[in-house]
Antibody, heavy 120, light 108 residues
Framework: QVQLQESGPGLVEPSGTLSLTCAVF?????????WSWVRQPPGKGLEWIGE???????SYNPSLKSRVIVSVDKSNNQFSLRLISVTAADTAVYYC?????????????WGQGTLVIVSS | EVVLTQSPGTLSLSPGDRATVSCRAS???????LAWHQQKPGQAPRLLIY???SRATGIPDRFSGSGSGTDFTLTISRLEPEDFAVYYC?????????FGQGTKVEIK
């Protein structure tokens, strides 16, 4: 059973950089699979941010593509999200997720989520 | 991008009732690239259904999914108290992957 745990600062200043890490437990991140980030503004719906394959190949939501980087750290069995030039609109609960093997874009297991507030 | 429109926005039902949630896609997403997730207040979403009709591990058989192409349905045959939550459909047939706006199933 895969388990995912997000970590990172809960408060980021406007125009700053949001950085989160997702630790993966129960499976090697080097196994063939996609690893994703999804966010949810308070009281709103879910938005897919981007994903990374075990090989390092990435794909991003065009609405965020110019500001986001997802990377993988195989030595620590984790993957990360960086979002630059944040504004209040980036305030959200950020979830990391693992996909169903062989089904790119799917979400099989969710992390518990971490709230990031953009404010000075 | 594929827009997923869920209906109704809110469903007011009693325990034991049957719940039916619809998800319509702005273009075909195929027959297997559709999932349903359940989210309770203050919790992360949880995968219920993948491949349009396959239950995820540990999901009770009162939950079922159907549909293909642009029209999909989530059915809860008999609502249990723990089923009152928000339900989201998600498509992964065309990038960017997208979610519906959610359907809240509330106690009447």
């Amino acid at each position: 059973q895969v388990q995912l745990q997000e970590s990172g600062p809960g408060l980021v200043e406007p125009s700053g950089t949001l950085s989160l890490t997702c630790a993966v437990f129960g499976v090697s991140i080097s196994n063939p699979n996609w690893w994703s980030w999804v966010r949810q503004p308070p009281g709103k719906g879910l938005e897919w941010i981007g994903e990374i394959y075990h090989s390092g190949s990435t794909s991003y939501n065009p609405s965020l593509k110019s500001r986001v980087i997802v990377s993988v750290d195989k030595s620590n069995n984790q993957f990360s999200l960086r979002l630059i030039s944040v504004t209040a609109a980036d305030t959200a609960v950020y979830y990391c997720a693992s996909g169903i093997v062989g089904a790119r874009g799917s979400v099989n297991q969710w992390g518990q989520g971490t709230l990031v507030i953009v404010s000075s | 991008e594929v827009v997923l429109t869920q209906s109704p926005g809110t469903l007011s039902l009693s325990p034991g009732d049957r719940a039916t949630v619809s998800c319509r896609a702005s273009q075909s997403v195929g027959s297997i690239n559709l999932a349903w997730h359940q989210q309770k207040p203050g919790q992360a979403p949880r995968l219920l259904i993948y491949g349009a009709s396959s239950r995820a591990t540990g999901i009770p058989d009162r939950f079922s999914g159907s549909g293909s192409g642009t029209d999909f349905t989530l059915t809860i045959s008999r609502l249990e108290p723990e089923d009152f939550a928000v339900y989201y459909c998600q498509q992964f047939g065309h990038s960017p992957w997208t979610f519906g706006q959610g359907t809240k199933v509330e106690i009447k």
